[in-house]
T-cell receptor
Framework: SQELEQSPQSLIVQEGKNLTINCTSS?????LYWYKQKYGEGLIFLMM?????EEKSHEKITAKLDEKKQQSSLHITASQPSHAGIYLC?????????????FGKGTKLSVKP | ETGVTQSPTHLIKTRGQQVTLRCSSQ?????VSWYQQALGQGPQFIFQ???????GRGNFPPRFSGLQFPNYSSELNVNALELDDSALYLC?????????????FGPGTRLTVL
């Protein structure tokens, strides 16, 4: 079955620094979603990538999809304390209906002021 | 905010009891998916409802059941609660079933089974 592995598991950065989180799939990626979660709360949708080579940005967050490597990266520029939280990547399981997303275990980001 | 609401926010039950969790979809959405998130893990897909019919199910036993109502709100029922059922339960609403759509998540219900 398809699995998503995120790295690193946790990250502590100084405010203002850039950082990258990676998500690697064991199978072909058909749709890759990035969500942010505050501890114990719901998931906040960040962006969705569907095509190889696709890149999307929202404010200071950029995500890319490398279809050949079955990998996506999330890059935050000039991190701020508001970026702290758990970042989860999710994918449409085996190319099926969007309802059945599988998720990585998440990357916990802390930003030191 | 996504417009997806869940109730209750927290719940404490004892082993063997039954529980019902509720989800109100974002306006215009006709699809609801439920996920279980254990501490330190990513969400695990339980099942999905599309226009009141179950449209897919993850690797969860039959004691996990659900309903979707004509207004597209939804319930998750869990019978014979076990300690391992303690988790954050998330519902997500979306429109249709096509890959490439986006699921919007509610704030979750924290269930503790003692």
């Amino acid at each position: 079955s398809q699995e998503l592995e995120q790295s690193p598991q946790s990250l502590i950065v100084q405010e203002g620094k850039n950082l990258t989180i990676n998500c690697t799939s064991s199978k072909t990626l058909y749709g890759l979603y990035w969500y942010k979660q505050k501890y114990g709360e719901g998931l906040i949708f960040l962006m969705m990538l569907q095509k190889g080579g696709e890149e999307k940005s929202h404010e200071k967050i950029t995500a890319k999809l490398d279809e050949k490597k079955q990998q996506s990266s999330l890059h935050i520029t000039a991190s701020q304390p508001s970026h702290a939280g758990i970042y989860l990547c999710g994918a449409d399981k085996d190319g099926g209906s969007q309802g059945n997303l599988i998720f990585g275990k998440g990357t916990k980001l802390s930003v030191k002021p | 905010e996504t417009g997806v609401t869940q109730s209750p926010t927290h719940l404490i039950k004892t082993r063997g009891q039954q529980v019902t969790l509720r989800c109100s979809s974002q306006s215009g959405h006709n699809t609801v998916s439920w996920y279980q998130q254990a501490l330190g893990q990513g969400p695990q897909f339980i099942f999905q409802y599309y226009r009141e019919e179950e449209n897919g199910r993850g690797n969860f036993p039959p004691r996990f059941s659900g309903l979707q109502f004509p207004n597209y709100s939804s319930e998750l029922n869990v019978n014979a609660l076990e300690l391992d059922d303690s988790a954050l339960y998330l519902c997500a609403s979306s429109y249709g079933l096509a890959v490439g759509g986006t699921q919007y998540f509610g704030p979750g219900t924290r269930l503790t089974v003692l």
